[in-house]
C-alpha cells in the first residue's frame, strides 16, 4: 500500500450493542473496497475481522480488529470493535487513536444499551461519528422508531442522511438527502441511481429542509445567506453538513443492509468526506514530570512520536504491536525511545493489516495506523518518542473491574505456570488483572464479567496448557475491640538450665475506625527494662496479625505498657515477646471485641424502569441507599455495601436488567459484622483451627 498524507488518512472505528452486525458491515467495505474477493460471514468463520478461534467458535468479536484500505484518493484504517460490555477494554484502546467513529444500531431492536454507552464515549472523546442503521432487511425493521429513539436518547444532533427506499423484505435501496437521488440496488453491491420514488417526496423535502437548519448553524456565512433566501445549494448544504459533523453539533443517520450489501458503498463515500483526517487533532495529552497533563503540538513536521494500542501474541512470528504515528515518521530500522519503560527500541519489520494478514510496509507517517514485531519492551500504553524529548502519551484510561474471583490449579503446583500465563495475557488484555494477595493466600483475577473470565481462562489453556477453578474470594475481615481493659502476660518456662522470664500488664484502648495501631510505654521505676520493650511491642504486632477471634488481624487498637517484672538471668527478647502476645489476647477477649467488614462505595446505573429491583436487590445484600441521581437517561444510585455481599454481582445485576445496567465499586471503610454472621466466622474458624491441628 503507497504512503498517504496526513489529510489523506481516515481512522475510524466501528462501534455498537452486541449483535448488530458491525463485523458484517466491516465486511462488506472492504469487499467493495477490493480488500477481498468475497464477502466472509459469522456463521462460516470465515471474515477478515473475527479471525481468532474464540470468536469463530463463539461467533462474537472479542478483539478488535484492523483492516486498511483506499477508497477514492484516501486510505482507511478500520477498526471493528466488540459489542460485549465484557470487551470494552478493547473499545477504550480503540478510542484513543481514532478521529472517526461508525455506531451501528440494527434496525430491528433500534437503541439498546451498549449504543448508549458507546454513543457517550464518543460525545466524551468528541469523536464525530455517523450513525448506521444495519439490517434493514429484517422483518421487523422500521427506520422511523430508529430515528426517533435516536433523536430522544442520542440527541437532536442525529439526523437522517439517507432513507431506506423500502424496509424488511422490501428493502432495496436508499434515498441520498444531500445529493437528492435514490440509490436502487439489483443485488449485492449492485445499484444504480434513480430519480426519488414519488411517494418519497414529501418526507424528503421534509429531513432535507432539516438537514439544512444544520447546516446554516455551523457556518456564519451560511446562515446569513439561509436567512435572507431560505436555502442552501447543494455544496453549501454539504459544506454547512461537515462542518456540523466535525465540531460535533451534527451525526448524519443512514440506513444500510451489511449482510446484502445495500447503502454500504454511500456509507464508504460519507466517511471520507463527513469524518475527518488525523490532522484535525493538532495537540495530544502527554504526563508531565510531576505527575500532571499539558497539551503537546503534533504533526508531520514534528519529532517522531507514536503510541502502541494494542498488542496480539503469536507464537510463530512473535508478539505484533499496533501502533499510532501522531508526529513525523515511524520507519524500519529506526531507533526510538521507549519512553514509559526507559528502553530503546529498534524498529524491525512494520506492516499494515488486513485482519489475520497482513503487508509489509516501509514506515507509518503522522496519522497513520500500522503494526510492529517484536518490539523488545514495547507493550500496550507505552510511547515510542525520541530520548531527548521523553514525552509520555496519557493514553488507555481503561475501565475498572466489575467482576472478582479466585483462582486454583486443576493440577497442584501448576500456580506458577498459571502465573505466567496470565500475567502474559494481561499484556494483551490490560481490562483484567491478576494479583497474588499474600493476605488471602489466593491468586485473584478480575476483570469485567463472566464471559470476560471465560475467554482468559479459555486462552490460558490453550496458549500454556494449564486449567484453573473459579472458586470465591475470601472476605478480608478484620477484628478490633469496643472498650478499655488490662490484662497480665506472664511467659515462665524452666526445663533445666537457664529458664524464660517475662512479665507485662498491658492496657488495651479502641482507636477511632482508621486509627490504626499505637504502642505506648508507659513504665515507670525501670520494672521492665527499655531493651525489653521492643519485643514486647513486637509480640503485641505478633498476635495482631494471628488475631484473638476468629483468626484475622486487628485493627484501631491502642495498646500501653504500664507494668510488669522481669528475671536477672532468665529474661530474655524472647520471654518478653512471648508475654506481649499473650498478655495481648488476653486483654481483647475482656475488651469486647468485634468482627469488621469492608464496606464498599457502589455506584450502579440502570435504566428508571429497572430502578425497584435494583434498590430491592440492593437492599437484600445488606446495603445501604445513599442517594439516587439523573445521568443521561439513566438513573445512578449510590449506595454502600458489605463486600461480602458482592460476589459476583455484575453477572446478577446484568441478569436483572436484561443487561442495562452496570456498576463500578470502591473500598469505603470498615464497619462491625452483625452478630449472626460474626458467630458464623467464628465457628468457621473453630472448625479450621481443629482441621488444621
Not at 493476605?439 to 471465560?454: A, K, M, V
Not at 504486632?541 to 488475631?547: H, I, K, R, S, W
Request: with cysteine; proline share 4%.
Amino acid at each position: 500500500m503507497k504512503k498517504f498524507d496526513t489529510d489523506k488518512i481516515r481512522n475510524i472505528m466501528l462501534a455498537g450493542h452486541q449483535s448488530v452486525g458491525k463485523t458484517m458491515l466491516g465486511e462488506a467495505i472492504l469487499f467493495n473496497a477490493g480488500v477481498t474477493n468475497r464477502m466472509g460471514r459469522i456463521e462460516d468463520g470465515n471474515t477478515v475481522f473475527d479471525a481468532f478461534p474464540d470468536e469463530i467458535e463463539r461467533q462474537i468479536s472479542i478483539v478488535a480488529g484492523l483492516a486498511s484500505f483506499e477508497h477514492g484518493k484516501h486510505k482507511v484504517n478500520l477498526l471493528d470493535t466488540p459489542g460485549y460490555e465484557d470487551f470494552v477494554g478493547e473499545v477504550m484502546s480503540c478510542i484513543e487513536v481514532v478521529e472517526g467513529g461508525i455506531l451501528v444500531i440494527s434496525a430491528d431492536s433500534g437503541i439498546e444499551v451498549g449504543t448508549e454507552k458507546k454513543w457517550r464515549s464518543f460525545e466524551k472523546k468528541r469523536i464525530p461519528r455517523i450513525v448506521v442503521v444495519n439490517r434493514m432487511d429484517k422483518e421487523h425493521a422500521d427506520f422511523d422508531k430508529c430515528v426517533e429513539d435516536a433523536r430522544k436518547f442520542l440527541g437532536g444532533k442525529v439526523i437522517p442522511l439517507t432513507l431506506p427506499v423500502g424496509q424488511g423484505e422490501s428493502f432495496k435501496g436508499i434515498v441520498d438527502l444531500l445529493k437528492k437521488k435514490a440509490y436502487v440496488y439489483s443485488g449485492p453491491g449492485k445499484f444504480a441511481e434513480q430519480e426519488i420514488p414519488g411517494d418519497m417526496a414529501g418526507q424528503v423535502a421534509e429531513w432535507r429542509q432539516k438537514l439544512m437548519d444544520f447546516a446554516a448553524e455551523a457556518d456564519d456565512s451560511l446562515l446569513e445567506k439561509f436567512l435572507e433566501t431560505g436555502e442552501l445549494d447543494d455544496a453549501e448544504l454539504e459544506r454547512g453538513l461537515q462542518a456540523g459533523c466535525l465540531a460535533g453539533n451534527f451525526a448524519p443517520m443512514m440506513a444500510v443492509c451489511a449482510s446484502g450489501n445495500i447503502g454500504v458503498h454511500q456509507l464508504m463515500d460519507y466517511m471520507v468526506s463527513m469524518l475527518p483526517s488525523p490532522d484535525r487533532r493538532s495537540e495530544v495529552t502527554v504526563v508531565t514530570d510531576g505527575g500532571g497533563t499539558s497539551s503537546l503540538k503534533v504533526g508531520p513536521s514534528e519529532p517522531p512520536l507514536a503510541f502502541v494500542f494494542k498488542s496480539l501474541s503469536e507464537k510463530n512470528t512473535g508478539d505484533l504491536s499496533f501502533i499510532k504515528t501522531f508526529s513525523g515518521e515511524i520507519k524500519v530500522g529506526s531507533e526510538m525511545y521507549d519512553t514509559t519503560a526507559q528502553s530503546s527500541e529498534r524498529i524491525g519489520q512494520l506492516y499494515v493489516m488486513h485482519g489475520k494478514d497482513r503487508v509489509e510496509i516501509d514506515s507509518i507517517p503522522a496519522g497513520d495506523i500500522g503494526a510492529a514485531v517484536k518490539l523488545k519492551s514495547a507493550k500496550v500504553n507505552h510511547t515510542l518518542s525520541t530520548k531527548s524529548a521523553g514525552t509520555i502519551l496519557a493514553g488507555i484510561q481503561f475501565p475498572k473491574p466489575s467482576l472478582y474471583t479466585a483462582i486454583e490449579a486443576k493440577v497442584k503446583g501448576d500456580m506458577d505456570k498459571v502465573g505466567s500465563g496470565l500475567n502474559r495475557l494481561a499484556e494483551e488484555d490490560p481490562s483484567f488483572k491478576i494479583e497474588a494477595n499474600a493476605e488471602l493466600r489466593q491468586t485473584i483475577l478480575s476483570g469485567q464479567g463472566e464471559l470476560h473470565f471465560e475467554v482468559i481462562l479459555g486462552r490460558l489453556k490453550r496458549k500454556y496448557a494449564v486449567e484453573v477453578d473459579m472458586i470465591p474470594p475470601k472476605i478480608p475481615y478484620r477484628e478490633t475491640i469496643t472498650a478499655v481493659a488490662e490484662a497480665q502476660g506472664k511467659h515462665k518456662k524452666q526445663s533445666g538450665g537457664r529458664g524464660q522470664f517475662g512479665d507485662v500488664w498491658l492496657r488495651l484502648e479502641p482507636l477511632p475506625r482508621e486509627g490504626g495501631f499505637e504502642f505506648v510505654d508507659e513504665v515507670v521505676g525501670g520494672v521492665v527494662p527499655s531493651k525489653f520493650i521492643p519485643a514486647v511491642e513486637k509480640g503485641v504486632v505478633d498476635a495482631m496479625q494471628g488475631g484473638v477471634v476468629a483468626g484475622f488481624p486487628v485493627k484501631d487498637v491502642k495498646v500501653a505498657i504500664y507494668f510488669g517484672s522481669y528475671h536477672t538471668v532468665d529474661s530474655s527478647d524472647a520471654a518478653f515477646k512471648m508475654a506481649g502476645i499473650k498478655g495481648f489476647k488476653e486483654a481483647v477477649k475482656k475488651a469486647k471485641p468485634v468482627i469488621l467488614e469492608p464496606i464498599y462505595n457502589v455506584e450502579v446505573l440502570v435504566p428508571d424502569n429497572y430502578m425497584g429491583d435494583v434498590m430491592g436487590d440492593m437492599s437484600m445484600r445488606r446495603g445501604k441507599i445513599q442517594g439516587t441521581e439523573q445521568e443521561g437517561s439513566m438513573q445512578k444510585i449510590k449506595a454502600q455495601v458489605p463486600l461480602s455481599e458482592l460476589y459476583r454481582y455484575a453477572t446478577s445485576l446484568r441478569s436483572m436488567t436484561q443487561g442495562r445496567a452496570s456498576h463500578s465499586r470502591e473500598f469505603s471503610h470498615y464497619d462491625v459484622v452483625p452478630h449472626e454472621l460474626a458467630q458464623k466466622l467464628i465457628a468457621a474458624a473453630e472448625v479450621e483451627k481443629e482441621e488444621s491441628n
